[in-house]
């Protein structure tokens, strides 16, 4: 059992900058953690993912440059560094995790995940 935790959501304006973070109280050295967000009417969708390493990273064309995602292994720790926000990233944000080194961006493929973060972004 795998339990997330996300934190660090908040209110800021455009152009501003935010850090999540996702504790997890298993130990996910072993598995590969991604993030997701959900706006409103809108189905969850794919921000980004890393491998167990942290070496190897993958992101939604929307954040390329903007975000960026780690993991601290010894904390058993991801975040997810968000600059330049935009209105459109106003969200809820997920974290998940998935027993595999590989990265997907399909939702289903995550088998753990967070109560998720509201990350509000105003003009």
């Known amino acids: 059992q795998v339990q997330l935790v996300e934190s660090g959501g908040g209110l800021v304006q455009a152009g501003g900058s935010l850090r999540l973070s996702c504790a997890a109280s298993g130990r996910t050295i072993t598995y590969a953690m991604g993030w997701f967000r959900q706006a409103p009417g809108k189905e969850r969708e794919f921000v980004a993912a890393?491998?167990?390493?942290?070496?190897?990273?993958y992101y939604a064309d929307s954040v390329k440059g903007r975000f960026t995602i780690s993991r601290d292994n010894a904390k058993n720790t991801v975040y997810l560094q968000m600059s330049s926000l935009k209105a459109e990233d106003t969200a809820v944000y997920y974290c998940?995790?998935?027993?595999?080194?590989?990265?997907?961006?399909?939702?289903?493929?995550?088998?753990?995940w967070g109560q998720g973060t509201q990350v509000t972004v105003s003009s």
């Open positions: 890393i491998r167990p390493s942290g070496g190897n990273t």
């Open positions: 998940a995790a998935r027993l595999n080194i590989g990265v997907t961006t399909s939702s289903s493929a995550y088998e753990y």
